[in-house]
């Protein structure tokens, strides 16, 4: 059996940083599980309350006996937030006594290694003694410059997070013991720079660098990139890289930002021809030391190997300049689906903005851009046969299935003239969810909405064919003659392809929608998982259950993918931290010794994860890239991971900020709306501008709705990261007040105010209804939880004459509460009558007596309140999305995924239509809410196409008086001239704001 090395870790610190303390014991149990075996190593943390209690006056000196010598350890771990801790005899704390023990050994015997962590976060400091205590630990941190490596960090979470990336990162160098903070070095003459330099170079590699800045001089930096596919520049480089740059500066990061700044001004003429100016842009935006560049002129340089993806680049000036190799942000929608062909040489995905991308693997060169329709793409696939040996494939929401072939069969890897031309195109009455072709290419499968929901193409011949499914909301091809299908209602089904019918089939399999599923043809095994957290194992034929030890942890399972030789099997999905926040995560699983062992998270030991929603999964099905794991979801980016090493080498980043919440004030002064970008913007109505009078920037993700009290001074807010805030108009400013906190595990799709504005109705994809007492905005509680829904919460409404509270659900229904009593009511109208989709929005009349809603049917419904029955009922063409009532007139807007808003003269109840008064056009994607201004004079609107829109109710314009548009991210660059650009990169930029055919002044 082979030996294991134990490692002994120290950790310090003072009381007030329990969750910090245990989360990182989780994390070295994690390492001890996962990587630290294949090391040959074991971890051991020692903590002071480790040791035993002794007696006597001097209880820090009784520690120090049990805890022993320093040297034994090879790493201490401290943790500071606004307490130093209790005075020694010896030393200002406990904590920092045991710091020093740690310094003079390091210093003496060349171990252990020492990290500090301080959190940045504030604290209510009340007490004189509180803040002699935040005091101390500044200065203390003052103190330990040159002596350790300074880290800083903002909550417990992320603190978890960076201590897991950065022990990987140390257990991977420690034998050569290569990151010394101490240490002085000089780079031998006969380095080959052009190459990727060994362990043991990079210290030298690294005090080179920081001379050539301080100094003023460029010759490393002229040749080499530092940043070459991060092959060198681990976070624990730049880290101390930074911490080098410091030293010099005197500790500060303005000096530092000015220097590397001024290489691209005063050695402009040097910058030819050479990577220094990719270097120097790149040391700034990876040290945090600098991102905004707007209206900076870069203009007749070498720009090369430059990761641009997040840095402001409004109005910079990149004319003639050479950009090889050199990244940007992309128009990247979120990420529904991900595919390989057949040899991996390519790979396509599909986004909620309609494009189709595809990219060549081993260089990410974009080579095909498609976006014909906008409408949310669903699922993309390759296939591939005797007649078309490349065949790309996509399904749309909006019914669309395009089949394409490569125009000629060979792909020539050195051009990116890659193109593919139409063999089949349909139009679906309805959504599709997931395509994918047989095993031999010649059979073709389209699943979506509905009933008959699998649709069968014959490739070379376009006949047609349908299975009697449900409901289809994934699908996999066992082989030539048998396909496999999950549905919304949770059973998945085995179909005979010759025949046409169901082979096999169990019910009940996940509780809501099967999300995923994916067939392992090595080991003949069906995997699925659903939204209720779980993966389950098939066997085939036989659809019998097989043994899986599926994690508690997750809550939700969004995809999932088996490697090639099926021996791993990767899970996208979601779980919740000690902290009951949401995470994404990537699970992974090994085919080993006859049963599915976990591997790990590969989240978890790299910070560049995914912070939003994982959507999808694909293995690269090359044998000589079986490691490579691409990932893709709601955050806009697309991962590549080497499963080998658990780490994220590459991030392709996108722009996208789709609106999904307008709301005008009582008053009519104000309006707001709520994005993709995380933020709530807020505009004086009449100052017509389109930059916003304030930004409210506390939710870490989407906003999906925003609601102002009847006397405009507080706006709620709820989102995706599960919270509702209530901000406050004071001083003609607003500013944060308070959360709503405890009730929602799950997206807050939707809040509402009553109409004397005491009440807040909060609602989402828990299931859950909650009514909120917020008379004491500072000090909200709950009043009462409604879960008579079965699925998500869509729309909220309060009744103008506040007496009933309306909600509306995914799961086709609408229910009332009566306010008063606080009864749930039952569903408006019986089965006949309900709308036969999720149904999306509702909205009550001024007089309270009527309830407009509208759904995914297609269907305007309108109802009368309370008696609950249905008076019309109407067809839109187009999904709907937002309904509003105007204020004071029997007219009705709906808006939908059509792009159209569409005005309704509803005052004669006896006509079986409404009559069409106006179409409002203009918007370029699904409209995602709409709102009458108080006097009832305009319309609002906001949509997936990043704009805002007026509009006039009265007269026959039918276009928008006014637009806002969300800032674009390179509005005014000028890329005239530049080279070493394809096309698909150049119309990238110039669809986020860039232009060819600018020429600036000097700024």
């Known amino acids: 059996m082979p030996q294991v090395e134990k490692i002994k870790i120290f950790l310090a610190s003072p009381s007030n940083a329990p969750k910090e303390r245990k989360y990182l014991v ?29 007696f006597g006056e001097d209880g820090q000196a009784v520690l120090n006996n049990q805890i022993g010598e320093m040297q034994q350890y090879e790493l201490f771990v401290g943790i500071m937030w606004n307490r130093i801790g209790t005075p020694t005899q010896r030393a200002v704390s406990g904590t920092v006594e045991e710091f020093e023990r740690a310094a003079e050994s390091l210093q003496k015997e060349g171990q252990p290694d020492i990290w500090f962590y301080f959190r940045q976060s504030g604290a209510q400091l009340n007490t004189e003694k509180e803040l002699e205590q935040r005091q101390k630990v500044l200065e203390f941190k003052r103190t330990l410059q040159g002596k350790a490596l300074i880290r800083e960090y903002s909550t417990p979470t992320k603190f978890r997070d960076n201590f897991r990336e950065h022990i990987s990162s140390w257990l991977g160098r420690r034998e050569s013991k290569t990151l ?47 940043f070459k596919k991060q092959q060198i520049m681990t976070d624990e480089i730049i880290n101390h890289i930074k911490q080098c740059l410091l030293n010099k500066f005197n500790g500060e990061e303005t000096k530092i930002t000015e220097h590397l700044k001024n290489f691209l001004v005063k050695h402009k003429s040097e910058l030819s021809n050479n990577y220094a100016a990719g270097n120097i842009l790149n040391l700034l935006l990876k040290l945090d030391l600098e991102k905004d560049f707007s209206y900076f002129d870069l203009s007749d340089i070498s720009i090369w190997e430059a990761d641009l993806q997040k840095a402001i680049l409004t109005g910079v000036d990149f004319s003639n300049s050479d950009l090889k190799n050199s990244s940007f942000s992309e128009p990247l929608g979120c990420i529904h689906s991900i595919a390989f062909n057949t040899d991996g040489s390519l790979f396509a995905t599909g986004d909620a903005h309609g494009s189709i991308r595809v990219h060549k693997t081993e260089s990410l060169e974009l080579c095909i851009f498609n976006n014909e329709r906008g409408n949310q793409i669903w699922s993309v696939a390759f296939g591939s046969n005797t007649q078309y040996p490349q065949m790309l494939a996509w399904g749309a929401e909006d019914g669309s299935v395009v089949v394409k072939r490569k125009s000629n069969n060979v792909i020539d ?41 699998i649709k069968l193409v014959e490739i070379n011949n376009n006949q047609k064919g349908a299975l009697d499914a449900t409901d289809v909301s994934c699908m996999t091809f066992i082989d030539d003659d048998f396909i496999a299908s999950g549905s919304q209602h949770g059973e998945i089904s085995l179909w005979h392809l010759k025949t046409k019918k169901q082979d096999k089939n169990i019910q009940n399999v996940h509780e809501g929608v099967v999300r995923c599923i994916a067939f392992n043809q090595n080991r003949r095994i069906l995997a699925s998982g659903g939204e209720d957290g779980k993966v389950k194992m098939f066997s085939i034929p036989t659809l019998n259950q097989l043994e899986f030890d599926s994690p508690q942890e997750i809550t939700q399972v969004r995809t999932l993918a088996f490697s090639q030789d099926g021996n791993i099997l990767a899970v996208g999905g979601i779980d919740k931290n000690l902290e009951g926040q949401s995470e994404h995560k990537i699970w992974l699983w090994e085919f080993k010794e006859g049963r599915w062992s976990r591997m790990g998270k590969l989240d978890n030991l790299n910070k560049d994860g995914h912070e939003h929603l994982i959507r999808s999964l694909a293995f690269c099905p090359n044998p000589n890239q079986r490691q490579l794991l691409i990932s893709g979801g709601d955050g806009r980016t697309v991962k590549f991971w080497d499963i080998n090493n658990t780490q994220c080498n590459q991030t392709l980043r996108g722009y996208a900020n789709r609106i999904w919440s307008v709301a005008f004030s009582g008053d009519g002064k104000s309006f707001a709306c709520g994005g993709e970008d995380n933020k709530i913007r807020l505009w004086n109505y009449h100052d017509r501008t389109h930059i916003p009078t304030y930004t409210l920037s ?33 001083k003609q400013k607003w500013q944060y007040i308070s959360e709503l906190k405890g009730q929602h595990n799950k997206r807050v799709r939707c809040v509402a105010f009553n109409p004397s504005g005491d009440r807040l109705a909060s609602a989402g994809n828990d299931k ?11 000090n909200p509680r709950l009043l009462q939880e409604f879960t008579q829904h079965s699925d998500r919460v869509l729309s909220l409404a309060f009744s103008p004459n506040g007496l009933y509270l309306a909600s509306s659900s995914r799961d086709h229904t609408i229910r009332l509460i009566d306010i008063k009593t606080r009864n749930g009511q039952s569903n408006l109208g019986d089965h006949e009558h309900r709308h036969q989709d999720q149904v999306h929005s509702i909205a009550f009349s001024p007089d309270s007596d009527k309830l407009v809603s509208g759904g995914f049917d297609k269907k305007l419904k309108l109802w009368e309140v309370p008696s609950g029955n249905c008076i019309q009922t109407w067809t839109e063409y187009q999904k709907i999305l937002s309904v509003a009532f105007h204020p004071t007139k029997q007219i009705v807007a709906s808006a939908g995924d059509n792009h159209i808003i569409t005005l309704w003269d509803i ?3 006896n006509n079986s239509k409404p009559t069409i008064i106006k179409t409002l056009k203009g918007h370029k994607r ?78």
């Open 180 to 226: 010394q903070p101490s240490g002085t070095y000089s780079l031998p003459e006969n380095v080959d720079t052009q190459t990727d330099q060994s362990e043991e170079e990079i210290p030298k590699f690294i005090n080179q660098i920081t001379e050539e800045i301080e100094k003023g001089e460029l010759k490393l930096l002229k040749k080499t990139s530092l």
């Open 907 to 909: 005052s004669d109840a």
């Open 926 to 1003: 699904a409209v995602e809410s709409i709102a009458f201004s108080p006097d009832g004079k305009k319309l609002i609107s906001c949509s997936q196409d990043q704009t805002i829109k007026f509009w006039e109710i009265d007269g026959k314009i039918n276009t928008s008086i006014h637009t806002i548009e969300l800032g674009k991210p390179y509005q005014g660059m000028n890329i005239s001239g530049v080279s070493n650009l394809d096309r698909s990169q150049i119309s990238a930029l110039e669809e986020l704001g860039a232009s060819k055919y600018l020429n600036f002044p000097d700024v």
């Open 26 to 54: 989780e994390v070295i149990d994690e390492i001890n599980r996962t990587i630290a075996s294949s090391k040959g190593v074991m971890l051991e943390i020692i903590r002071s309350e480790n040791a035993r209690p002794g």
């Open 698 to 730: 506390k939710h870490t993700a989407w906003v999906w709705s925003v609601a102002f009290s009847p006397n405009a001074k507080i706006l709620a807010s709820g989102s995706e990261d599960n919270k509702i805030f209530l901000w406050q108009l004071k």
């Open 768 to 778: 859950k209804v909650v009514l909120w007492d917020i008379s004491n905005v500072k």
């Open 413 to 453: 890897s050195s051009s990116d003239n890659i193109t593919f031309t139409n063999i089949y195109q349909g139009n679906e009455d309805r959504r599709i969810l997931s395509v994918a072709f047989s095993p031999n290419g010649n059979i073709f499968a389209i699943g979506g909405d509905g009933n008959k929901a």
